[in-house]
């Protein structure tokens, strides 16, 4: 059982910043590929950000250039820098973790954290 905990989460003007992070039960954390994911107000959840165990990363267009996901394994956490935020970033944000590491079949969600971006 993994455990996936956000925080981070606020309301930023328009052209702000935010850092979430995601805190990690299990012990082989470092194996897992890691993800963040978002659902706006009336609209279905979509991908944001994956690293896979490798530290490689993957964005979503629309926020390549302004977000950027890290992980410290020794902290078990995980984090999305958002930066130029915008109000279309508007959402619940969730991390995610495949214990697989292939970062295609997501075993485990954080209950979410709220970013609201002021226009």
């Known amino acids: 059982q993994v455990q996936l905990v956000e925080s981070g989460g606020g309301l930023v003007q328009a052209g702000g910043s935010l850092r979430l992070s995601c805190a990690a039960s299990g012990r082989t954390f470092s194996t897992y590929a890691v993800g963040w994911f978002r659902r706006a107000p009336g609209k279905e959840r979509e991908f944001v950000a994956r690293m896979w165990r490798n530290g490689l990363t993957y964005y979503t267009d629309s926020v390549k250039g302004r977000f950027t996901i890290s992980r410290d394994n020794a902290k078990n956490t995980v984090y999305l820098q958002m930066n130029s935020l915008k109000p279309e970033d508007t959402a619940v944000y969730y991390c995610?973790?495949?214990?697989?590491?292939?970062?295609?079949?997501?075993?485990?969600w954080g209950q979410g954290t709220q970013v609201t971006v002021s226009s």
């Open positions: 995610a973790a495949d214990l697989k590491g292939l970062g295609v079949n997501w075993d485990y």
